[in-house]
RNA sequence: GUGCCAUUAGCGCAACUGGAUAGAGCGAUUGGCUUCGAACCAAUAGGUUGCGGGUUCAAGUCCUGCAUGGCACACCA
């Protein structure tokens, strides 16, 4: 907490002093803000070994802290133990002060900086994105900027689905409806491969190949022969690829997501060589009806379960089925590609940590396998970290995945779209001049603000209603409180006074300013946004309370009207530090 | 079948290492724009934290059994 060393070192003293144990000591924020603005239950734990009930020891710690005196804290006790600590209208307005000055805002930085690499977007080439490709990105994004917030380094790569079957499949479906015709069989004009080709392309074949097994066999094919680098179909996937990447940087730059690398699987290909190679020197492989693979699993685990009938799937007792690096016709898969590009990654960057952020269900046993092939092949060095953080699906209101009436996903552009106009419409509402960019930003704030504030491995309903919901606690409220504190600002060129604590509506702002920067660390150490977004809404309902209440351009005395602008501005940082690590913007005026 | 995850107010969600009377939001009811931006503020109602046992001074949180739901489980990604 960003108050905790010091309070931490004056309870340290007091137990010294009083001849206790300080094991277990920490201070939080209080659980009963109504009688104090932090606690300590350090006595409940002192009572374990020391025969007093802990009240008493509490009652003996708050004596020895009120008789020093401290201008900024109070020391009192409650219930069968609780230390509770309240600030002082002093310590309030010198904390206020040191943050509002502080060039990094008090935001603590990291000891040990670490390079972090991070995995995030994962759109596949020649198949447009669609709900299920939102948290992703917006995930990663976030998490990336709270990394350099926090004073890492980080390096972001899209990392595109460009390597799997799924290429073949769309090349064979083409190819079969004669509009490769120019590159297989010499004949036209150089046909435009349009991305609604390959969005109408890609679904066409993937049923089809679950009953036309002979067009199965031409897919896998093409599929090796692209990764062969076999003509022209190297040459045909490089055009689907350009055209896609296209389409989808517009996207992820409409979600504000950018990255450093715009790499795929396919960038891992050079290397998948070297990679093999690597597991069969140290004798991890075997043949598996002419497939290659590595076995991972533990004793105990991947036992087979006899079946009941012959035609039953074999299942497995806790399941961990081995890694492949090539499939019995040779080609390569997504463990391959992900174990190559682990070795890729090293090679060129050497990162202490590797980030995943990548849905849960396809990841968590997948990237088990890897991780593990990666530690046993020494692909990824001992002391670097490989995390898989998996973030939940997006249900519909019958608890499974989400499905329009027609069984399909809805489009990203199609919901972006929607949250857009109905900014928009909200923005024409209130009479205010408004362009596509404002619109865009606040509609966007909705649904990131939205999904950035559920657990990020819990599952969510996703409910189209609330994805473009902008009142209460969303982000447009939090743009909303900004923009005003903004155009408030814009009336005055009084110069910054100091801030001075007296009411009970300023002191409410500084305690959430105090939250909002506890935040990041819990943050970082979950993996998650949502605190950071509770914080943030906390700050500007306290803030919108003490609008409704206190007048602050009007106030007479000087001294206070400046200290109240300085708090306005206090306010206004924050929501600039929270919403740009959530990647959403903070319009003018809304 | 095996494993992982979930179950908290009408709804969708929070709850920091086990701490005090489980919290906001939406929806509902009510009040507040002649005053710095009403995408706002204030107030009221709403709970046996899925069920049973256990550990503890203290359990939504830990252990255990059960129920319900979701997801994954050999050459898709």
Redesign the pocket.
């Known amino acids: 907490?960003f108050l905790n060393d010091e309070l931490e070192s004056k309870l340290k003293l007091a137990c010294t002093e009083n001849n206790y144990n300080c094991d277990?000591l920490?201070?939080?924020?209080?659980?009963?803000p109504?009688?104090?603005d932090f606690?300590s239950?350090i006595a409940?734990?002192i009572?374990?070994t020391v025969k007093l009930p802990?009240i008493k020891i509490a009652e003996q710690l708050a004596c020895t802290l009120n008789s020093k005196n401290y201008e900024n804290f109070i020391f009192s006790i409650?219930?069968?133990?609780?230390?509770?600590i309240s600030l002082t209208n002093i310590g309030l307005s010198y904390y206020a002060n040191k943050i509002l000055i502080n060039k990094d805002f008090c935001v603590k930085k990291t000891n040990t900086p670490k390079l972090i690499f991070l995995d995030y977007g994962?759109a596949?080439i020649a198949k447009s994105l669609h709900m299920g490709h939102l948290r992703s990105p917006i995930i990663g994004e976030a998490l990336n900027r709270l990394y350099r917030l926090l004073g890492h380094k980080t390096i972001s790569d899209v990392h595109l689905?460009?390597?799997?079957?799924?290429m073949g499949l769309v090349i064979a479906s083409l190819k079969s409806d004669g509009i490769l015709d120019y590159y297989f069989k010499g004949k036209g004009n150089k046909p435009q491969i349009t991305l609604d080709m390959l969005n109408e392309a890609y679904p066409k074949a993937s049923l089809r190949m679950k009953e036309d097994l002979i067009f199965k066999k031409t897919a896998?094919d093409f599929?090796l022969f692209i990764q062969q680098g076999k003509q022209p179909y190297r040459k045909v996937f490089e055009e689907i690829k350009s055209v896609s990447i296209t389409k989808i940087k517009q996207n992820y730059a409409q979600l504000n997501c950018y990255f450093d690398l715009w790499l795929g699987?396919s960038d891992a290909e050079p290397f998948v060589e070297q990679t093999i190679n690597i597991f069969k020197e140290k004798n991890l492989t075997q043949d598996?009806?002419?497939?290659l693979?590595v076995?991972v699993?533990h004793e105990g685990e991947?036992q087979?379960?006899p079946k009941k009938n012959d035609n039953d799937?074999?299942?497995?007792?806790?399941?961990?089925?081995?890694v492949?690096l090539?499939?019995?016709?040779g080609?390569?898969?997504?463990?391959t590609?992900d174990l190559a590009t682990i070795y890729m990654r090293n090679l060129q960057y050497s990162p202490d940590e590797i980030q995943y952020i990548v849905d849960?269900?396809?990841?968590?046993?997948?990237f088990e396998k890897i991780f593990r092939a990666a530690k046993m092949s020494g692909i990824s060095p001992e002391n670097q970290i490989l995390l898989h953080v998996g973030y939940?699906?997006m249900?519909g209101?019958?608890?499974?995945?989400f499905k329009t009436r027609d069984g399909g996903s809805i489009k990203l552009d199609d919901i972006i779209n929607l949250v857009k106009t109905k900014?928009k419409d909200?923005?024409t509402e209130?009479g205010?001049k408004?362009d596509d960019k404002?619109a865009l930003s606040?509609g966007v704030a909705?649904l990131k603000f939205c999904d950035l504030?559920?657990?990020v491995?819990?599952?969510?309903?996703f409910?189209v209603?609330?994805f473009c919901?902008?009142?209460?606690?969303?982000g447009?409220?939090i743009?909303?409180?900004g923009?005003?504190i903004?155009?408030?600002l814009a009336?005055t060129d009084e110069l910054d006074g100091k801030i001075l604590i007296n009411l009970n509506e300023e002191k409410q702002i500084v305690l959430a300013i105090f939250k909002f920067l506890?935040s990041f660390e819990?943050c970082f150490?979950?993996h998650?946004l949502?605190?950071l977004c509770?914080s943030l809404?906390?700050i500007?309902?306290a803030f919108?309370?003490?609008?409704?209440?206190?007048?602050?351009?009007?106030?007479q005395n000087k001294t206070t009207r400046e200290s109240y602008i300085s708090l306005c501005k206090l306010v206004l940082r924050a929501i600039e530090i929270g919403l740009n690590t959530l990647a959403i913007d903070l319009?003018?005026?809304?």
């Open positions: 907490m277990n920490f201070v939080e924020f209080s659980n009963a109504q009688l104090a606690q239950n409940f734990f009572s374990k802990p409650a219930g069968a133990g609780f230390l509770n994962g596949n689905g460009d390597w799997g079957l799924q896998e599929t699987e598996y009806d002419g497939a693979i076995n699993a991947n087979p379960i799937k074999q299942l497995y007792r806790n399941p961990m089925p081995p492949f090539k499939k019995s016709n080609a390569d898969l997504y463990d590609s849960e269900r396809q990841g968590t046993a997948h939940g699906t249900n209101p019958d608890g499974k995945v900014a909200r923005l209130n205010i408004n404002t606040i909705a504030s559920n657990t491995y819990k599952n969510y309903i409910d209603e609330k919901s902008f009142e209460g606690k969303t447009p409220y743009q909303y409180t923009a005003r903004k155009s408030l009336k506890d819990a150490k979950n998650s949502s605190t509770l809404y906390e500007c309902s919108s309370t003490f609008y409704n209440n206190i007048k602050i351009l009007t106030q319009p003018e005026k809304m």
